[in-house]
């Protein structure tokens, strides 16, 4: 257990979307194990200390790499990224307009390109350099009414595996994670949003095998190993963390009595 409670002491870390959810629970537990961690947010004020709040717009070239470069150097340097700033969708192919269509994909998709390629020269300068994506098990299981979100996802796991493959020789490991339904804030605002709050909460836990919402803690475990030098060997992986939703068939269960 110690060598976990210590494994990325002396790393430096950026978490993006790191003010809430995911993020937060992602860049509290790298803080836990030693790193010094920045979470770049759009609204980075609640983000508490020893954490490093920056404020960035993922959409914005400029100030991606205004807050990256702020980050290396009150960090001393950046040795881990987690790509986690991310919207959501709902609908069918026909029901989002072509606006939403690019506001969506320019924030889960090109983000990613613009945040890692700030990041990049600082991570060439790492002796530990690693990248994780947060994917999500829409990238590879239909999901009703998620056509443009799977869409943004699906091309997050692709583009996972090509940096890989870019980077893996510079010594930059590149992987994902693919959360099933993330007990988050913005779920919880979906499920304030439905007709029937408890019903959509129940159909979410029965979809997953194990019968529950993900949460974001267990998100942050997956990421933190595959950020983690005793990954040192893994590189261009999709992790599920899903409750078993990407792989599982289970049986309906037979009726009481």
């Known amino acids: 257990m110690s060598t976990y409670r210590n494994e990325f002491t002396g790393l430096a870390a950026v978490v993006t979307g790191g003010a809430s959810g995911i993020g937060l629970a992602t860049a509290t537990v790298l803080a836990e194990r030693g790193a010094r961690v920045a979470c770049l947010d759009l609204n980075p004020e609640g983000v508490p200390a020893p954490l490093l709040g920056l404020a960035a717009d993922v959409t914005d070239d400029g100030s991606v ?47 990613i390109a613009r945040v890692t390629r700030a990041a990049l020269p600082h991570l060439r300068a790492s002796a530990h350099a690693a990248i994780v994506n947060t994917c999500s098990i829409a990238a590879s299981a239909g999901l009703p009414q998620r056509a443009l979100y799977s869409a943004s996802k699906g091309a997050v796991q692709a583009l996972t595996l090509a940096m890989a493959a870019d980077h893996v020789r510079e010594g930059i490991r590149v992987n994902c994670v693919n959360p099933g339904t993330v007990d988050t804030p913005w779920v ?68 009481p009595g």
């Open 65 to 111: 790499r205004a807050a990256v470069a702020a980050a290396a150097d009150a960090l001393g340097g950046i040795d881990v990224l987690v790509n986690n700033a991310g919207i959501g969708a709902r609908g069918s192919v026909e029901e989002n307009s072509d606006e939403e269509w690019h506001r969506v994909l320019d924030v889960n998709v090109v983000g």
């Open 188 to 255: 919880r605002r979906l499920l304030d949003a439905a007709d029937d709050p408890a019903g959509e909460l129940a159909a979410l836990r029965a979809r997953q095998p194990t019968g529950r919402l993900v949460s974001a803690d267990e998100v942050a475990a997956a990421i933190a190993y595959l950020a983690g030098p005793l990954a040192a060997a893994t590189t261009g992986t999709v992790l599920a963390v899903d409750g078993g939703m990407h792989g599982l068939r289970l049986r309906p269960e037979p009726p």
